[in-house]
């Protein structure tokens, strides 16, 4: 069964300060990975897809990563917004029936 | 193009009473997703319609749950009888075949709260 794992489960965090969102997934076979951001009272939206060849993708302050071997993705968030407090959702999509699978997503919440 | 469109927004109904939901995916996507969030399990995927067919409801809790979609414009998700337990966020995304095949991005409406007394 594809699962995702995501830690840490909650973050808090001061503005302007950085921050790693780690995910691990079993999905198998592999075709790609999503992170979603979903704010309070809306529904997720996507801010990067990883492929199996790509090990790194920027989306202004947002970086993601993806060890497709060891099945892991991360998502780094530079220089804080109060903006920023949301849900993380890791969504990896399996070569097989290409439907996604969600996490149950990190809730980061930034401070001023 | 408007998004996916849901409603109602909010919906406040007894144990036992009917509930639809009702969702308009956006133009051209030939995929739709119905999906359920609660804090306890996160986004569970309920079923969805590939082409107006639906592909896979093995997500669907029981028989008092029932979805369809009777064009590309439209679908309905149906509960019949509500219970407190179905109290929770219910979303539906649509999307479009992106190569080499399946779903590409999916895209969330802004979920209808359901809340069962």
């Known amino acids: 069964k594809n699962q995702v794992e995501q830690s840490p489960q909650s973050l808090i965090i001061l503005e302007g300060k950085n921050c790693t969102l780690q995910c691990n997934y079993t999905v198998s076979p592999f075709s790609n990975l999503r992170w979603y951001k979903q704010d309070t009272g809306r529904g997720p939206v996507s801010l990067t897809i990883?492929?199996?060849?790509?090990n790194t993708k920027s989306n202004g302050r947002y970086t993601a990563t993806l060890d497709a071997d060891t099945k892991q993705s991360s998502l780094h968030i530079t220089a804080s917004q109060l903006s920023d407090s949301a849900s993380y959702i890791c969504?990896?999509?399996?070569?097989?029936?290409?439907?996604?699978?969600f996490g149950r997503g990190t809730s980061l919440i930034v401070h001023p | 193009d408007a998004g996916v469109i849901q409603s109602p927004r909010h919906e406040v109904t007894e144990m036992g009473q009917e509930v639809t939901l009702r969702c308009k995916p956006i133009?051209?996507?030939?995929?739709l997703f119905w999906y359920r969030q609660t804090m306890m399990r996160g986004l569970e995927l309920l079923i969805y319609?590939?082409?107006?067919?639906?592909?896979?409801d093995s997500g669907m809790p029981e028989d008092r749950f029932s979805a369809k979609m009777p064009n590309a414009s439209f679908s309905t998700l149906k509960i019949q009888p509500s219970e407190p337990r179905d109290s929770a966020v219910y979303f539906c995304?649509?999307?479009?075949?992106?190569?080499?095949?399946?779903?590409?991005?999916?895209?969330f409406g802004e979920g209808s709260r359901l809340t069962v007394l």
């Open positions: 995304a649509s999307s479009f075949w992106d190569r080499p095949g399946g779903p590409g991005e999916l895209f």
């Open positions: 133009s051209g996507h030939d995929y």
């Open positions: 319609f590939n082409n107006n067919v639906p592909i896979d």
């Open positions: 969504v990896p999509s399996s070569g097989g029936s290409y439907i996604p699978t």
């Open positions: 990883m492929t199996f060849s790509e």
